[in-house]
């Protein structure tokens, strides 16, 4: 069984440029998260969707980032414009049932110059 | 207060020795309880789950939880220099599907 896919695994940009990240759940996951992580911390929820809908985005910063996923099936988190503080790695990660079992995809390294 | 609080570490401990990792949350409501584990520069890959009182064993892991005192742990025992990791503690809500991660814990074993 395919695992969670993710790209690009690292990007470069410059301030003010946007950015897009692509993820691919586990098939029949029909959770969908979207993470960042900081160097020393633990992953911090952005966005998570039951199918198509985004049950959960209050910590999404909606000024900058949005995020889509039509289908239900894959997912794509934007960053326009991208700030030197949204240097990160941003984690995609999927899930099936209740019980909240999380996995995750290998994650996009973000720098922003 | 953080949600999951976690010892950031590091922890050390030799090889072949018992590493006790611990983590306390606030929300009461906290349903389900994850140990993940990080290697640096990966993603988190998930060790031991837990939903109820007291204690689950896998192989070498075992995941303690009292949620009277909202307290979880995780035991490696005969650790080896590969768990060497960040090992992340995750409370989840709201039908589970909500899951708060802490800071995790720096853990590191010496050969």
């Known amino acids: 069984e395919a695992g969670v896919v993710q790209s690009p695994r690292y990007k470069i940009i410059e301030k003010k440029q946007p950015v897009a990240f692509w993820c691919n759940p586990i098939?029949?996951?029909?959770?969908l998260y979207w993470y960042l992580q900081n160097l020393g911390q633990g992953p911090e929820l952005l966005i998570r969707?039951?199918?198509?809908?985004?049950?959960?985005d209050s910590q999404l910063p909606k000024d900058r980032f949005s995020a889509e996923r039509l289908k239900g099936v894959d997912s794509t988190l934007k960053i326009q414009p991208a700030e030197l503080g949204d240097s990160a790695v941003y984690l995609c990660?999927?899930?099936?049932?209740?019980?909240?079992?999380?996995?995750f995809g290998p994650g996009t390294r973000l720098l922003v110059l | 207060q953080k949600e999951v609080e976690q010892n950031s570490g590091p922890l050390s401990v030799p090889e072949g020795a018992i590493a006790s990792l611990n983590c306390t949350y606030s929300?009461?409501?906290?349903?389900?309880f994850f140990w993940y584990r990080q290697y640096s520069g990966k993603s988190p890959e998930l060790i031991m789950s837990?939903?109820?009182?007291g204690d689950k064993e896998d192989g070498r892991f075992t995941a303690q939880l009292n949620k009277a005192s909202q307290y979880v742990s995780l035991l490696i025992r005969d650790s080896q220099p590969s768990d060497s990791a960040t090992y992340l503690c995750?409370?989840?809500?709201?039908?589970?599907?909500?899951?708060?991660f802490g800071t995790g814990t720096k853990l590191q074993v010496i050969p």
């Open positions: 837990i939903y109820s009182n």
């Open positions: 929300d009461r409501g906290s349903q389900s």
């Open positions: 995750a409370a989840g809500v709201g039908g589970y599907q909500k899951v708060t």
């Open positions: 969707y039951e199918n198509e809908e985004a049950v959960d």
């Open positions: 098939s029949g996951h029909n959770t």
């Open positions: 990660a999927s899930s099936s049932g209740g019980l909240g079992t999380q996995y």
